[in-house]
Nanobody
């Protein structure tokens, strides 16, 4: 089992920045990818950004150039720096970890961007 705990969400004005963090614990020795997903009200959960153990990254087109994902393997954390936030970035952000074929999820942290 892998436990994921997110932090860093909150309310910010459009154009502002937030940094999300996720700490992994438990059976983390063979996690091969971590990432962030988000779900806005009435919408499906969507990928925001992922990063592999080898630090290869992937971003949704909607966040490219604004968001940066990073990983600290020594601290078992993955972070998401979000700049130039827009109202359409408002969502619950979920941390994800993939261990073999199993996907683990955190409980989510709410990000609200006001216009």
């Amino acid at each position: 089992q892998v436990q994921l705990v997110e932090s860093g969400g909150g309310l910010v004005q459009a154009g502002g920045s937030l940094r999300l963090s996720c700490v992994a614990s438990g059976s983390i020795f063979d996690i091969n990818a971590m990432g962030w997903y988000r779900q806005a009200p009435g919408k499906q959960r969507e990928l925001v950004a992922t990063i592999t153990t080898g630090t290869s990254t992937n971003y949704a087109d909607s966040v490219k150039g604004r968001f940066t994902i990073s990983r600290d393997n020594a601290k078992n954390t993955v972070s998401l720096q979000m700049n130039s936030l827009k109202p359409e970035d408002t969502a619950v952000y979920y941390c994800n970890a993939k261990r073999n074929i199993i996907s683990y999820w955190g409980k989510g942290t709410l990000v609200t961007v006001s216009s």
